[in-house]
């Protein structure tokens, strides 16, 4: 038995919580600054989350040791269970050529690299974070932005940024969900619930998501991409924004990021019917992919493989052997109505199967026995400071049949039946994707560990409670407690989960609207997303960058710390009179 202490050196606050700052800045540091590989720096900090929990918080040895395990395996399910899937889906279509298909069809939209940066970075790529979310986004947008002749370094960089408006609302609003939960239990307001908690936060990612687009082109094309696309980039944040703020206020939380994405799609899609920029540069890369292979990037190469095992692959698949340019011996390839169907039918199938299993009562039957069960650690038996209660993160919650990785699997066999792959072939891709992430797969594993240490040992709380010294400057800490804890576990959900009941607890003593500022957490918690180093791994892995990761970081972290200052300084301002309307009453 273990009973968390919040200020356990030398019974001094400031100092435990300085203690306890050490695993973050280990790894930021080591990412940031040493370069070092994501998954040695996760394994260092994690030691080192380790001994500040036994020396400095005297964490028992075995409590410490059943914590990281706990989080490993939760970095591994659902986490890396949902990416791992995703991508094996992604790879089934590459494997048939259907992929070359979807980014013709895509190429048919608009050529213009930033075009296209906003509609598969942003707006497809929210529709992944709203049906999946955990990386899925980034995993599968940065290959496709490769295909179409982005350089590594740029694709992964632009998935990265485009993902973060759609995070709150992420794999069917699962964060939302989980701040209600952990919200209500400490605070008697009655607005802290899904729906109302759902509603504030859709009043501050909406003004977020109009920028991003214009951010997004910026990257792409510098001050030139913003002049010439400056029109498609707001229609497509003013679009995604509105229908985040009516989704998550007037329509289905849960459904928030499908409808603002597929909105915000065809907003730029019948804007193209009527404008075009004035040109569109060639700002495809010249240089060979880092991952190995040519410029029409394949699965394989893309994610690590060898060059040339395309080869091996059926020769009369659609598009197999061409350049990602479209073009082929006898002029631009031309795709059947039936083929295109075919590529876009695996991303089909996935929102049919996450639409049918987010229906409340399938979502109910799916939550009991034998599909789902909760399970105590064992060994683990860990205390809140002066709680007689345990903490509930000591549970490991098994839903291996509704997770939404198992969902992908049966999206992936689907899939195998639609484009006609056989289970050998099918099988065959499925290891393969696991010996491509398997770096990403240690990342996510030890950074999870890190964080589950962090937390159960007491350090995290520390630093919440630090934080929430500051009274009502609290309103500007708030969202970079939400983006402390993203930036540390690469989710939203874990960050609600660690810092959602501290919010409302600070809101209580300071006076403040505990709904204002368990918003913030999730609000701010979105711009952790783009650092986290489980997605930076999963971005370098997927563009053949594995082990330099801090490049990605260092590309990355200006822009972050930026919409990060935006969303504090929305935050003090809706908590003044200025912009205090804003709250749900």
């Known amino acids: 038995m273990f009973e968390q202490v919040l200020d356990p050196v030398g019974g001094s606050l400031g100092l435990s919580a300085l203690c306890a700052t050490l695993p973050l800045i280990t790894l930021f540091v080591l990412l940031g600054a040493l370069k070092v590989k994501a998954w040695i720096a996760g394994l260092v900090s994690l030691l080192v989350a380790m001994l500040v929990a036994v020396v400095f918080y005297s964490m028992p040895v075995d409590q410490v040791l059943l914590s990281a395990t706990e989080g490993a395996a939760f970095g591994f399910f659902p986490i890396l269970w949902i990416v791992i899937n995703a991508i094996w889906v992604y790879n089934l279509t590459v494997e048939t050529g259907h992929f070359d298909v979807l980014r013709r069809s895509f190429e048919k939209v608009s050529p213009d690299q930033r075009i296209q940066a906003i509609i598969i970075a942003f707006c497809f ?11 899925t986004p980034v995993a599968i947008s940065v290959v496709m932005l490769m295909a179409l002749g982005f350089a590594p370094l740029k694709a992964a960089v632009v998935a990265l940024i485009a993902n973060t408006a759609p995070v709150a609302f992420g794999a069917l609003a699962t964060p939302i969900i989980t701040l209600a939960t952990v919200t209500s239990g400490v605070n008697d307001d009655p607005r802290l619930t899904t729906e109302v908690l759902g509603a504030m936060v859709g009043r501050q990612t909406p003004i977020l998501a109009v920028f991003v687009p214009l951010l997004l082109v910026f990257v792409v094309d510098g001050k030139r991409g913003l002049r010439q696309t400056w029109l498609p980039a707001i229609v497509s944040g003013i679009a995604f924004g509105v229908a985040q703020f009516i989704s998550a206020n007037y329509i289905s939380v849960p459904l928030t990021d499908i409808i603002a994405a597929l909105v915000s799609a065809a907003a730029v899609v019948a804007l193209l019917r009527v404008w075009s920029p004035v040109e569109s540069p060639d700002l495809a890369r010249h240089d060979a992919p880092v991952g190995g292979g040519s410029a029409g990037v394949t699965a394989d190469e893309t994610l690590g493989g060898r060059p040339g095992e395309q080869d091996q692959r059926d020769d009369h698949a659609p598009g197999t052997g ?39 009562p399938v979502k109910a039957f799916f939550a009991e026995q034998p599909w789902t069960y909760l399970i105590p650690w064992p060994g683990l038996d860990v205390f809140g400071p002066g709680s007689d209660t345990e903490l509930s993160s000591t549970n490991y919650n098994l839903n291996w049949f509704s997770s939404a990785g198992t969902l992908m699997i049966f999206a ?3 899939t195998m039946l639609v484009l006609k792959i056989s289970p050998a072939r099918g099988l065959k891709t499925y290891g393969r994707t696991y010996n491509e992430l398997k770096w990403a797969i240690v990342t996510v594993m030890a950074v999870l560990a890190l964080a589950y240490v962090m937390n159960q040992s007491g350090q995290t709380t520390t630093l919440g409670a630090y934080l929430a010294q500051t009274g009502a400057f609290f309103t500007f800490l708030s969202p970079i407690l939400g983006w402390i804890g993203v930036a540390v576990t690469g989710s939203d959900t874990s960050a609600n989960a660690l810092f959602g009941a501290l919010q409302v607890q600070t809101a209580a003593r300071a006076g403040l609207d505990p709904v204002l500022l368990a918003a913030a957490n999730t609000s701010g918690g979105v711009l952790g997303k783009m650092v986290s180093p489980q997605n930076l791994a999963i971005a370098a892995a997927a563009v053949g960058m594995a082990g330099r990761e801090g490049e990605i970081f260092r590309k990355v972290f200006g822009w972050s710390l930026l919409l990060l200052v935006f969303m504090c300084l929305l935050v003090v301002l809706q908590s003044t009179p200025v912009l205090g309307w804003m709250i749900p009453d």
């Open 125 to 135: 790529g929210a529709l992944l974070e709203a049906l999946a979310g955990f990386g």
């Open 322 to 360: 061409h350049r990602a340019g479209g073009a082929g011996a006898d002029g631009p390839i031309r795709d059947s109505g039936s083929e295109v169907f075919k590529a876009y039918a695996p991303y089909l199938i996935i929102i049919v199967i996450f639409s049918i299993f987010s229906l409340g």
């Open 412 to 414: 992936g066999i689907l």
